[in-house]
């Protein structure tokens, strides 16, 4: 029976695709924009993400993310130095500033100065040129997102900008995380990052620490922040904060859900009234299997193959639609890194079940309050 | 002829409530049908004859009274007893044939067998074989929408006899067709549904048949009013 039940559904084309389109639209709506949104998110930590190396985040008690910060006095270096267990510390700036090209755009970017000695607190790839390109007078190093926004189809190395009213060079390409904003990113060395930025008493904005046993490390941002007052937290409490923050300060998760919710809504709609005009349509069929001797039990399970068959093509169509959108956007530095975590198309898996379930549920109790004796009529 | 009853009704009577109303349609019908017999209902719509024929084939309960079908009470029979015991004892053919449009004419008289269990393939093997008796085997492979009306209702008739049924209740057989080919099919009913040990009941009222019938039974407000081999005169 469950064979003429599939071909009950298969030779209906017209409902069969409209059903597979209503199920891979809802799953490509659920999956593609549950993956932004994660992948979104996890932007807020790419600060963190960036500098791969440090293994605690020292701070003013008041940052809470690693763009939005409180300058710490530059003693504070020395203080984090001191504390037993940290094997390195070294200074860490973020700051905005105007940059304007050659060709007099204005673009805002985030300055980020890194250790003078070490470099630590670049981004740990290169797509062109070496972090060496630092110790070179004036140079900065440009990450990809502001490559592709600021130097369309041309090679950025060698260009000339004017950064804050002061000479930069563009040395190197930083193959690095994007932001949370896109926004163009210029590494440079701390010292002369602090030529860079507006002076202010204070400037550093973290001290990064590498512990002296990496696993250790929450033990180590504790002790930190016991013996100097300050906030110290491991790398993945910090980039958690980060994302956090975007939860909390932006309308994006009720954005999004808003979104996922529709797709659920939508594929509601869709299955919930094509499966309906199928059922409908077949109801004399299904009424005479009823009259022949066909129990409801065969024809539950008639109806849930013909739901799982729509099921299992419109949801491979749907995750395969995410694929495909994520993978033509990959060369878009916007959308750099992203990829589909393992729970989304679980979530959908489930949301798709929902929908059939809840469809399939309302056209069955058509079928099994259809009397056999309707077919005499 | 064998004169034993296939289908025996007592005091069978029917109610339909509508809104606040109760409508008696078959009142205490108390009826012995015969196996290899051709046995007509005939009665004017609203007569009660698709009820009657609902309740003796175990597809609408009684109000009152008792059914037995070949000895079996059959709604003394839980429901799952019923719906087996219509899948293995009773054929069904429809005034709109009711064929699945999805499946060709041999898969469609096949279902019986698949819904007993049968493979798929072996059901189909034997309803092309049935549907070689009927003289439709080169349209085996076919859909009913590429078939004619008397194909398809000669594939209706193949589905109500594949599963070799002790009982088969056909419902306006010739109500679609001109003179002819309803003498036709309900020769051809004759030739493959009447056996010693088969019951065939036809609900009709196309008087251009009736002499065809062994026995006519003719409804008339919910009660027989006639039993014999012709129609009486007034009708």
Known sequence: MIWIAIRMLTGDAQKFYGLVFGIAFSTLLITQQLTIFVNLLERGASGVYNVSSADVWVMDPVSRTTDVSYALPSTALDKVRGVPGVEWAVPHIRAQASVRTKSGDLEGVAVIGVDDATLIGLPKNMIEGSPDVLSQPDSVIIDDVGMTRMFPGQSPIGERLELNDQRAVIRGIADATPSFTSTVVLYTKYSQALNYVPGTRNRLSFVLVGAEDPSQAKALSEKIERETGLKAQTRDEFARDGVDFIIENTGIPLNFGITVALGFIVGVAIVGLTFSLFIRDNIKQFGALKAIGVTNGKIRKMVAAQAALVGFVGYGLGVLGTLAFIWSFSANPTFKGFYIPWQIPIISLVAVTLILALTGWLALRNVLKTEPAAVFR | ?235
Not at chain 2, 79 to 100: A, K, M, P, S, W
Not at chain 2, 105 to 128: F, Y
Not at chain 2, 161 to 178: G, I, K, Y
Not at chain 2, 230 to 235: D, Q, V
């Open chain 2, 1 to 235: 002829m064998s004169q034993a009853p296939a289908i025996c009704t007592r005091g069978v009577t029917r109610d339909f409530t509508a809104g606040q109303q109760t409508i008696t349609v078959l009142h205490g019908i108390d009826l012995d049908i015969r196996a290899g017999e051709l046995t007509y209902l005939v009665g004017e719509s609203g007569s009660g004859k698709t009820t009657m024929i609902s309740i003796m084939c175990g597809i609408l309960w009684p109000t009152e009274g008792e059914v037995k079908v070949f000895g079996t009470d059959i709604y003394e029979l839980s429901d799952t007893e019923l719906v087996e015991f219509r899948l293995n004892n009773i054929g069904f053919i429809f005034q709109q044939y009711n064929l699945i449009p999805a499946i060709d004419a041999a898969s469609n008289a096949a279902v019986p067998l698949i819904a007993q269990g049968m493979d798929r393939h072996e059901a189909r093997e034997r309803a092309v074989e049935m549907m070689a008796k009927l003289n439709i085997a080169d349209q085996a492979d076919k859909l009913p929408n590429q078939l004619s009306g008397g194909q398809q209702q000669r594939v209706a008739i193949a589905r109500a006899l594949v599963h070799e049924p002790r009982l088969v209740v056909c419902d306006e057989p010739t109500a679609a067709l001109d003179a002819s080919s309803g003498r036709r099919v309900m020769d051809l009913l004759r030739e493959v549904a009447v056996a010693e040990d088969r019951a065939c009941i036809i609900v009709t009222h196309d008087n251009r048949v009736f002499d065809l019938a062994d026995r006519i039974l003719v409804l008339e407000d919910g009660k027989i009013i006639h039993d014999g081999t012709e129609m009486p005169e007034e009708h």
